[in-house]
């Protein structure tokens, strides 16, 4: 048996997320349908972690183990002559079999992208949350701030949460800023992207996090209440829940004991 690992981008638009559930559209059971195909065989994949419906990954990681004799270096381009064009796997890796895509993830980055211009960009409508009202860039980095470190995330974790503890870890959070199509970044008017990178995430976790810090760029909260929503441990003091689509899963990382090149496999690809 061979446990094969595979970095994998997908527009999330026309799913139902990524785990496979009863009568939805999910970029597992596309995966699997895909392996189904290719080896005969009917098995199940495990994902770094469930990116909600609408939810969009450039380096999600999935591993599974297979009979097949198929070379490693063979695994993308079958698989992605047999997936729709909204998915793509960009590598694939051979890993030990004690090695699980989300047990074995020590750090995960995501990003929260929002466009503050009068006017969205067409070709980023799936992509981008359209905010068409000024943001105050600096505040929203201040309020970032207090999100570093270890703290329990109850206020920005949904009420829907199974997970029995809520204490993450944020190793850096950020916001960069763009020229938009149309004002300046002076005036608060750009493509936003918040950048956040932890040892794990809660469910709508890091959409939670961008709709309140949207609330400190509007002027409806301050940078200094973001200690009083972690310490409430209540998730109505909190802002709302953004908007799926402007969330990508971005980066998963593992330990140098795994083995994981993925510059490697892909330059091997080729």
């Known amino acids: 048996m061979q446990n094969i690992c595979l970095l994998v981008s997908y527009d999330g638009t026309g799913y139902q997320g990524f785990q496979s559930q009863p009568g939805g559209r999910t970029i597992q059971d596309k995966l699997e349908a895909a392996i189904r195909i290719l080896t005969g065989e009917s098995l199940k994949i495990h994902g770094s972690g469930r990116t909600d419906a609408g939810v969009h990954a450039r380096g999600q990681v999935v591993h599974f183990r297979t009979a097949s004799s198929i070379p490693v270096d063979r695994w993308a381009l079958a698989l992605n002559s047999r997936l729709p064009d909204d998915i793509v796997v960009r590598a694939a890796v051979s890993v030990p079999d004690t090695f699980h895509a989300r047990l074995s993830a020590i750090r995960k980055t995501y990003k929260y992208t929002i466009n503050s211009c009068r006017f969205p960009d067409v070709f980023e409508r799936k992509y981008v949350f359209h905010h068409p009202t000024p943001l105050r860039f600096d505040a929203m980095r201040e309020g970032l701030v207090h999100l570093l470190g270890e703290h329990d995330f109850t206020s920005f974790a949904s009420p829907h949460s199974t997970q029995p503890?809520?204490?993450?870890?944020?190793?850096?959070?950020?916001?960069?800023?763009?020229?938009?199509?149309?004002?300046?970044?002076?005036?608060?008017?750009?493509?936003?992207?918040?950048?956040?990178?932890?040892?794990?995430?809660?469910?709508?976790?890091?959409?939670?996090?961008?709709?309140?810090?949207?609330q400190v760029g509007e002027g409806k909260r301050q940078p200094e209440d973001i200690p009083k929503i972690l310490a409430a441990k209540d998730r109505s003091k909190a802002g709302p829940t953004a908007v799926a689509h402007g969330l990508t899963l971005m980066n998963v990382e593992y330990g140098p004991e795994w083995g994981i090149d993925w510059e490697a496999a892909m330059n091997r690809r080729r």
């Open 165 to 214: 503890n809520h204490v993450r870890t944020l190793y850096e959070a950020k916001l960069t800023v763009e020229p938009g199509g149309d004002g300046s970044v002076a005036d608060g008017r750009g493509k936003a992207s918040l950048f956040v990178t932890g040892n794990g995430f809660l469910y709508n976790m890091v959409r939670i996090i961008a709709g309140t810090l949207i």
